[in-house]
């Protein structure tokens, strides 16, 4: 219908199944949601669907991240794995490159575990930034596909995340606060100042807005959200319609912003909508189980 202004749609990932808002409709229950992106949804760490048919791959190792291109799509697992499946011919295989790349004996986690490709996204100039845990951030460009590390792996990456139309421009969220490259992840600077913590797990961007989720430690204590726009010229703590502190981490891709349009879904199952890029914030639901990710369509 001609003016019609298109309904806003939040999908929430969840422990059992797919939300859609504000319907408040499920897909796929008793099914653990990881990774909702354009068209496609992770699910079990092992199912991976397009539209509602499953796309029958073999992995041995857990997927944790989607990231689809024009005619590729690219995932991250555990133990440090980058598979890409080509949309065009079906061919499926693992990044062979990215197994060798520098640093990668030195990758590791906190309790011992093999460490895992958390994080993937690609900027508008091509550029791949991948967020190894615990192991920086690996870069390729398309004129260089070669491998190269860009960060100290001790800042603890927990996601990066691109700007979608500024080439070489992109935000990490790290245990040393909002990490920032305006070169395509030549150098990196970190900014901490205005936050009450430098603990950050989750970031979004969008048009001139960046929202951050900080805590004081792994454990979530006093966990927030910050904007800020791009050039970090300060922290405004979102307070608006949000609690005074989350009772934990707001999760990597728990925090989500396109255009206007921000979500924040906890552990608890409260979903926080925002239509004016995290200025103001409502509960668009507070009945949903533990909430895995997040994404505004």
């Known amino acids: 219908m001609r003016g019609q202004v298109a309904q806003v749609v939040t999908l929430v990932g969840t422990v059992d199944g797919l939300w859609s808002l504000p319907e408040h409709t499920r897909r796929f229950p008793g099914e653990r949601i990881d990774a909702v992106v354009t068209g496609w949804v992770l699910s079990d760490g092992t199912r991976i669907r397009s539209g ?5 791959l073999s992995v041995a190792e857990q997927i944790n991240w989607l990231l689809p291109g024009r005619d590729e799509l690219l995932f991250g697992t555990a133990e440090a794995g980058l598979y890409r499946l080509d949309l065009l011919t079906g061919r499926f295989a693992r990044d062979a490159g990215f197994d060798r790349a520098p640093g990668r004996d030195d990758w590791y986690t906190p309790w011992g575990g093999p460490p895992d490709v958390r994080s993937l996204d690609r900027g508008p100039d091509g550029t791949l930034y991948v967020n190894v845990h615990v192991g920086g951030i690996v870069r390729s460009t398309p004129a260089d596909p070669t491998w190269r590390d860009t ?29 920032v490259t305006r070169d395509g992840a030549v150098t990196w600077e970190f900014h ?25 430690s792994y454990a979530g204590g006093r966990a927030a959200v910050y904007r800020a726009d791009l050039g970090v010229s300060g ?24 255009g206007d349009e921000a979500v924040i879904g906890d552990e608890n ?18 009945d949903l189980p533990e909430i895995t990710c997040v994404a505004v369509r």
């Open 52 to 56: 509602d048919g499953v796309v029958g």
């Open 151 to 179: 960060m100290d792996i001790d800042a603890d990456v927990h996601q990066v995340k691109a700007h979608p139309t500024v080439p070489g421009l992109a935000f990490a969220a790290t245990a040393r606060g909002l990490a």
């Open 269 to 286: 199952g409260t979903v926080y909508r925002s239509a004016d890029g995290g200025d103001t914030w409502a509960i668009e639901a507070d």
């Open 235 to 258: 922290f405004t703590r979102c307070s608006d319609g949000l609690p005074k502190w989350f009772s934990t981490n707001v999760n990597t891709g728990c925090l989500a912003l396109v």
């Open 192 to 216: 901490t100042k205005g936050l009450h913590g430098d603990y950050c797990r989750a970031v979004a961007i969008s048009g001139e807005r960046v929202l951050v989720s900080v805590a004081t």
